[in-house]
């Protein structure tokens, strides 16, 4: 590409705590990532659009206080919202990964079918009760609209969270997201198979989730959210069962260089 | 004006937090009439708000559209439950939601809002309940009354029920006292008692001679004070000389007495500490700051430098277990920070004793019971870990029934640093005279003051709860992002953490590179007004690190810290001037002369008396079914898998993880080490381990040292450090070692510190493990009426070690059908306080001796095999022994494995039991693909090896016996079971 490596803008901040791994993830798939602190979006020190991809990495926003992803996603409609929404509407990539997954949902911004930027789904305590830090594997739903998850067979990620279960505002809408390809990754068996209509179960469902929906795009399919950590599967040595010569990092791979071919596009 | 917003889930919306409450009550607490429970939280608003404002905020703020409900100045549920239970914080507690709420609020309305937001949580329960189960449930289970109080409703007075604020008042007349010393010995006694400042008699005498003297008496006219000490001035030469920052037992001068011989040991910290470090540190160039500064500092590779610190948080955890645990955290993670320059945390490793969490007899008073502060504690690390985003990567539990009197809480962390910033080296620091002193982070309340002293009695809902702290983990993460954009920015010459003794400590400290200081205590923030200056200087107030920024970055210093909204206030200056002004409103409350504050406190005399108190002769007993022997030993608390509560550690954030602390073909077997690679693109690695064995105290506590530090080391060598790179910390606790008339066992627990140190001193020279930080606390002890437990003299060793290539690390589990095992070291007849002892109630025996010379060459030879590639597998062998280390192996792995007890290295004539469940040291259970026997034999030659069998494909566990005792054949199904049913929460 002639203008060179897409930037791509991952915030940090406020208790935000996955930017270092995540911004690594996307220089290896061919970005160039820059951690970039809410205070110089604010002070416009930074300048969003000068940004080709907007990442809002995982960690503990504002101690997930209220609900994971609450505040932020206030903070943003309050201080940033102008940036935002043009970023929004230029159709650039903007991608939440856990607590920034939380953060788009609450936003309001994705799933969005209403177009009303109303919050339509959440993610709520896990059904266990508990926080928990496991590896799972996720598969790619074949009629999503997301270009992220183009040509991957599957990803093998940790997830580390406690509100994670996806949860539909009805059924209608979580049909409506199925049938307009909005789902994007599932929760699968370990070695990324999965029967359709028939959910894996705990743990491989580390949460409860709504039809084990572990990752969503917009109507646009340019906004997507997922729990899970794939900038934690960029390398073998991040797997934990590598010394038995398993570590899939293909997938998770693949789709931060999905992101960055889309973001390319700018 | 006051706002009430409840939140409860929408009816049909399923509430795991309430499932788990009602789950709980019935399990720990055998109450079998709750049917069902819900939850909601409430946030009491106080601020003039508008109708509309208040909807605006329960609409954007307190909404999720999809599941909440929310109701304003009205109760959320009407039915549907019998008993309504609000819990919330008692005034001046730390109320971290209420925080963040306070500033979405504002954000929300785009004004500031003049009072707090307050927060609470409500329980609906449903079911025919008694009213006193209620409030057993709301005392043993839902609230801590040290920091929290509870309303208990019935469903009508709930509906009524009208909001209480928690708010602190206090009186607003704040005045310096001064306080004449000019006492009889009694009197002097009296007061420190009274004003719990506890220093000795002399000590008080000391500083009464000091305040006397001529010179000093002219110099304090001059600035207007009082020949005698403010109170200001006591309190802060109580804390800087408290046994907490001085150290002043580890500092004595101890006469000890062994078998009739007497000798001097003045000060067991320069005796053997610091001599280990110098014997054993020999030409380390990577030692780079060892026990001067709050973490020790080792280079990691020549750009950057690691810090690391462990640390105890016993006594608060007792109390509040989750408060506890949370500040114990933050807190060692703050000292990271604050070591050198500051280094950026990036792993925790936690710690943990308690009593047996399955205890059915009566809980002392001010007790909780042991599976309530596990829960607690376990809490407080979940949180103080996963939300500052820092990866909790190894850790123990230790369960033993006289930690009921006091639980262990060690919390440990590792930072990492350039080597360099700006061209100056990282690893020293140095305030200038004239530095400005800024304060970082939160802001001070009456939280810890006195942090020893826990008497809640006297509290009443006008007085805050000054005993114990709740930690804010992001108030902190915000100022750590800050301060470490300050670092690279060269906006400051020194930091240090505000810890124990708070502005006295940090201040006190560093104010000994200029020597001397001036700080405005009217200017630091306040929680809520009507602080005393001696309260400002002491308390204990999370959050708080001291920076000295040169004056002519102070103005770009603190408008940085605006933009990352944290605060940092400007408290005064670094001078030269000898010594340690404090000042309130311009007048001068301390002036406390350097080299007395630093250097008065007068050398403990003590005295310690050695004596063999164990009998080897074992109680008689009959060989068990070792098959059986097997599944119990794996179903001990000590033994059983953690996965519960790793689990619920993020052990991954940062995406450095190399080695997890769960391994294995199912993710969930027991690692030894924990590892990580902390530099992007560098294939070197770090890792952790911890080894602790209080139970061998009671043998002797030489050899309980000695366990702790070789487990430690095993660890290590096992996961593929080589010794050669180890470093060590060390961190005692202790049972009162002082003698008197109240404490008559004083001078044997001082003979037994004594041990210890000395086992601390030559393994470690043997060795050749320098020391680079440690920490004590030596008075964990319960008394109450006629109750009184201590805990067992327990030393935990933590070993830091390199990784040269973190492809070359080895995991615990058997990976594959045909692959050898072996087993290293020599197992010897030393069962004593054995797990296998204590499940079958054996009295006697050895305990297990650590030969470090000979395990030095065998860990030298295995870390060649690592190196090499050829070790496919290796787990040391500690609690359970040999027996539990390979069925540990087969679990992780889930595939089965055929051994032979005859090929075991052993003294001769050993028996089956002893072979399987012996702790001797030493030991390990490496697994080797058979086509590098020869060359793993060529490695390990000269050391005591056996081939013992073969890792099978089938989920066969089969032990071949030596005599008629019969084998082990079972299925390593049964062996998981056994391992994971004991803490499946």
Known sequence: MAKGKPKILVLAGFGLNCERETAIAFNEAGGDAKIVHFYQLQTRKEKMEEYSAFVIPGGWSFGDDIAGGKVLANRIRYRIWDQMREFVQAEKPIVGICNGFQMLVKLGILPNLGGDGQQEVTLVGNASGKFEDRWITLAPEKKSKCAYAKGIDFIRAPVRHGEGRFIAKDGKLLEKLEEEGLVVFRYSHWDGERKENESVGYPKNPNGAHKDIAGICDVSGRIFGMMPHPECSIFEWQHPKVRKGEAHTKGSRKFFENIVREAAKD | ????????????????????????????????????????????????????????????????????????????????????????????????????????????????????????????????????????????????????????????????????????????????????????????????????????????????????????????????????????????????????????????????????????????????????????????????????????????????????????????????????????????????????????????????????????????????????????????????????????????????????????????????????????????????????????????????????????????????????????????????????????????????????????????????????????????????????????????????????????????????????????????????????????????????????????????????????????????????????????????????????????????????????????????????????????????????????????????????????????????????????????????????????KENPDGKYRLAQLVRANRALFEVCTEYGIPLISGKDSMKNDYKHGNIAISIPPTLLFSAIGKVKDRKKTVSSDFKEEGDVVYVLGKTYNECAKSEYFEEYEIKGGRVPKVNAKENLKLYKCLAGAIEKGIVRSAHDCSDGGLGVAIAECCIGGRVGVRVDLEKVPCESNLADDRILFSESSGRFVVSVKEKDCAKFEKEMKGCEIGKIGNVRKDEAFEVKETGEQGAIYTKVSVLVSAWQKTMKW
């Not at chain 2, 929310?70 to 971290?96: H, L, Y």
């Not at chain 2, 309305?109 to 008694?130: N, Q």
Request: charged share 25%; aromatic share 8%; hydrophobic share 40%.
């Open chain 2, 1 to 740: 004006m006051v706002s009430r917003i409840e939140v409860a889930l929408k009816t049909g919306v399923d509430d795991p937090t309430g499932s788990s409450v009602k789950r709980r009550i019935l399990e720990d607490l055998k109450i079998n009439s709750v049917s069902s429970v819900r939850t909601a939280c409430a946030y009491t608003i106080e601020a003039n708000l508008s109708e509309e404002e208040v909807k605006k905020v329960a609409q954007e703020i307190f909404t999720d559209a999809v599941t909440s409900h929310v109701s304003i100045n009205a109760p959320c549920i009407s039915e549907g439950f019998e008993f309504a239970v609000e819990v919330g914080f008692k005034p001046g507690v730390t109320d971290n939601v209420g925080g963040t709420a306070k500033e979405a609020i504002e954000d929300c309305l785009g004004k500031k809002i003049s009072g707090g937001v307050y927060t609470s949580r409500i329980y609906f329960l449903h079911g025919k309940v008694k009213w006193e189960d209620v409030e057993r449930i709301a005392r043993e289970m839902l609230a801590n009354e040290l920091i929290e109080r509870w309303n208990i409703m019935g469903s009508q007075g709930y509906a009524k029920a009208i909001a209480q604020i928690p708010k602190v008042h206090l009186a607003q007349n704040v005045q310096v006292q001064n306080i004449s010393l000019e006492l009889d010995d009694g009197k002097l006694i009296a007061l420190s008692k009274s004003r719990l400042l506890a220093l000795s008699l002399e000590e008080m005498k000391k500083i009464r001679t000091h305040f006397a003297e001529e010179k000093m008496r002219r110099e304090r006219e001059k600035q207007g004070l009082a020949g005698m000490p403010t109170d200001a001035e006591l309190e802060m030469l109580a804390q800087t000389w408290s046994e907490h920052c001085k150290h002043k037992i580890f500092n004595a001068q101890i006469e000890y007495e062994e078998n009739g011989k007497k000798e001097t040991i003045n000060s067991l910290f320069k005796t053997y500490v610091v001599a280990t470090t110098k014997k054993a540190g020999k030409g380390k160039d990577w030692l780079l700051s060892v026990f001067s500064d709050n973490a020790g500092i080792i280079k990691f590779n020549n750009e950057w430098n690691l810090a690391i610190k462990v640390e105890t948080h016993n006594t608060p955890s007792a109390l509040d277990p989750y408060g506890g645990a949370l500040t114990g955290i933050l807190g060692v993670n703050r000292d990271v920070m604050g070591a050198g320059m500051g280094a950026k945390p990036i792993f925790n490793t936690d710690v943990l004793c308690f009593a047996p969490f399955e205890y059915a007899g009566m809980v002392p008073p001010k007790l909780l019971h042991p599976k309530r502060t596990l829960e607690g504690v376990r809490r407080g690390i979940e949180r103080g870990g996963n939300a500052s985003g820092i990866p909790t990567i190894n850790g123990a539990v230790v369960f033993e029934p006289r930690f009921l009197g006091k639980p262990l809480v060690y919390c440990g962390t590792c930072g990492i640093m350039p080597a360099k910033i700006n061209g100056k080296e990282t690893h020293k620091k140095l305030a200038k005279k004239g530095d400005r002193i800024f304060m970082v982070g939160g802001r001070v309340g009456k939280d810890g003051i006195h942090g020893a002293t826990f008497s809640s009695v006297g509290l009443d809902e006008a007085s805050p709860t000054s005993a114990v702290q709740l930690g804010d983990a992001i108030v902190q993460k915000k100022a750590m992002d800050f301060l470490l954009e300050a670092r690279d920015k060269g906006m400051y010459n020194a930091i240090t953490d505000d810890g124990a003794g708070g502005l006295a400590s940090s201040v006190g400290e560093m104010c000994q590179d200029t020597g001397g200081c001036v700080m405005h205590l009217e200017r630091c923030p306040l929680k809520y007004p009507g602080l005393a200056p001696w309260e400002i200087l002491v308390s204990e107030s999370q959050e708080r690190m001291t920076v000295a920024v040169p004056k002519e970055k102070a103005g770009e210093f603190a408008a940085l810290a605006a933009l990352y909204e944290v605060e940092a206030t400007d408290l005064g200056e670094f001078t030269d001037s000898g010594y340690f002004v404090a000042k309130y409103k311009g007048k001068p409350v301390t002036m406390l002369e350097m080299e007395f504050l630093h250097k008065g406190v007068p050398q403990m005399k003590l005295e310690a008396k050695w004596e063999e108190r164990w009998k080897e002769k074992e109680s008689e007993h009959k060989m068990p079914q070792l098959g059986e022997a097997l599944v119990r030993l794996l179903g001990r608390p000590n033994i059983c898998s953690k996965e519960y509560i790793v689990r619920q550690y993020d052990h991954e954030v940062m995406g450095m993880s190399v080695l997890k602390p769960l391994c294995g073909e199912k993710n969930d077997g027991p690692s030894d080490a924990g590892i990580i690679a902390p530099v992007e693109g560098s294939e070197e690695g770090v890792a952790i381990s911890n080894g602790i064995c209080p139970r061998y105290s009671d043998v002797d506590a030489y050899w309980m040292a000695a366990n702790a530090i070789d487990e430690a080391v095993r660890n290590l060598v096992a996961s593929g450090v080589d010794v050669e790179s180890i470093a060590g910390l060390d961190n005692f606790c202790w049972c009162d070692p002082i003698y008197t």
